[in-house]
């Protein structure tokens, strides 16, 4: 059974304890790719290390976190798109919108996710979206970029039926992780019709983690307890999940 994480921050300052040993029990259990995304300049490094240190298994993305969006996010952008000449990225992200926190900069995240749209289009990449209290706000965005052709995965999608068939109709798959197994979020309802075509698995270690471990820090290694509850909600096996998940996710990624 080979699984696929396409979002994971392996790289975050909670694993540093541990990183390397989180990383092959993973591998171990039989997650054997780790896509990962970027947030800011100053995480840049550690991703880095993480993709030299398992090559064959984690694969970086390079992108501007809308959380990360402040008042030089230009100069952050100038910083980050340089990344993309000096080696392989898998995708521009994770980039978008989050009006959860703080809706301070709202102007400026649109303004970033248009242009990392763009660099998307330049580079031949998909894009890894961050949506946050902003479906409708990221939606006009895609359309307004259509000529782009953004195409990609909404990163932890947790809306409703009638927003996935929304994502799907504009080119994205839909990024499940730890959400599904929350007894009360929605989520497995509103994808039971959904294609398992248009699904991807997802950890977003070290958040999000599923039951029973929900309160602690995620890990990669946990996503079988996604797959195994995606494999209930379709009523097929969790061998299933994990070869068609993987499959999609070498459509968006490539490998």
Not at 93 to 121: C, P, R, V
Request: glycine fraction near 6%.
């Amino acid at each position: 059974m080979l699984l696929t994480d396409t979002h994971t921050h392996l790289y975050s300052s909670e694993f540093d304890a541990d990183r390397t040993q989180v990383v092959e029990s993973a591998i171990a259990s039989g997650v054997k790719k780790f896509f990962l995304p970027n947030i800011d300049s100053s995480s840049v490094e550690g991703m880095i290390a993480l993709c030299n240190q398992f090559p064959e298994n984690c694969f970086p993305m390079m992108g501007l976190h809308p959380t990360s969006v402040k008042e030089n996010y230009e100069q952050e952008l100038e910083k980050l798109k340089p990344f993309f000449s000096k080696r392989k990225m898998y995708a521009v992200g994770e980039i978008g919108i989050d009006l959860y926190w703080d809706k301070t900069f709202f102007a400026q995240q649109q303004q970033a996710f248009e242009t990392q749209i763009k660099w998307a289009n330049e580079f031949g990449l998909p894009i890894v979206i961050h949506s946050r209290n902003s479906f409708n706000e990221i939606v006009e965005v895609l359309q307004k970029t259509k000529n782009e052709k953004p195409h990609g995965i909404f990163h932890c999608f947790s809306g409703s039926k009638e927003q996935a068939q929304k994502a799907i109709s504009l080119g994205f798959k839909l990024g499940i992780g730890g959400v599904l197994t929350y007894k009360n979020s929605g989520l497995g309802q509103a994808i039971a019709d959904i294609d398992m075509k248009h699904l991807v698995l997802e950890t977003d270690s070290p958040y999000l983690t599923p039951v029973p471990h929900r309160g602690k820090r995620n890990e990669s290694g946990y996503i079988t307890l996604v797959a195994q509850k995606l494999a209930e909600i379709k009523n097929i096996s969790i061998e299933e999940v994990a070869e068609i998940t993987t499959a999609n996710a070498k459509e968006v990624f490539g490998i």
